[in-house]
């Protein structure tokens, strides 16, 4: 009962103490000061480290390991003909959806793809959310974070059609191949 009572003084009082919401025009807003200072948008690239380059590899011999287990596959090639094996490992549920390092290292192997049919490199990537290893072209503010690229879709409960979006990438990785632009201060 003194919920309900607290609840209809608020609804009642709340519009009388002038707090409505003001709307901004579209030159108010242009103009505004937020009260907290704006993300730092600075990005920093750099060769991968030896302790990176390491993960990469582990987490390859991981998936290489469950592919011949469960396919007979010796190990992943590295190139485009490894589509149909991750598509194999997605069609016959190889990998729980609560098996994130797992779609990781499909991912990685996802990527060396990338970096074999596309001429991209392996490097890591930081900024204000962390550091993320990722695939560059060039010196170029082109990236493309393999990694994660199965396992947010798993989480988010997608279906993976695997050649369909290599198809999907390789389109905007020749797009932006053809219109890049070296990175000024690149580190």
């Known amino acids: 009962m003194l919920y309900l009572l607290f609840l209809l003084i608020f609804i009642f009082i709340s519009p009388l103490n002038g707090d ?14 937020f009260s907290s200072p704006p ?3 600075e990005v920093l690239v750099k060769q991968l480290n030896v302790s990176q380059s390491f993960i990469l590899s582990s987490r390859r011999r991981e998936f290489n390991a469950l592919l011949y287990r469960n396919l007979g596959i010796m190990e992943a090639r ?6 149909s094996i991750l598509q194999q ?4 549920k190889l990998l729980a959806n609560h098996q994130i390092k797992a779609w ?7 990527g060396d793809i990338l970096v074999k049919e596309f001429g ?19 010196e170029t503010d082109n990236f493309v974070f393999p990694v994660t690229f199965f396992s947010k ?5 997608e279906s993976i059609d695997v050649r369909a979006l ?19 201060g690149q580190r």
Request: hydrophobic fraction near 35%.
């Open 20 to 33: 409505e919401m003001k709307s901004l025009s579209k030159h108010d807003l242009t103009s505004y000061r």
């Open 39 to 41: 993300i730092n948008k």
């Open 78 to 83: 590295g190139d485009i003909r490894d589509l």
């Open 89 to 92: 490992v997605v069609d016959q």
């Open 104 to 110: 990781q290292s499909m991912g990685i192997v996802f």
């Open 120 to 138: 991209l490199s392996w490097i890591s990537y930081e900024d204000e959310a962390g550091t993320s290893k990722a695939l560059q072209w060039k």
């Open 153 to 157: 879709r798993i989480q988010f409960g």
């Open 166 to 184: 290599f198809n999907k990438l390789s389109t905007e990785i020749s797009q932006f191949k053809q219109s890049s632009s070296p990175v000024a």
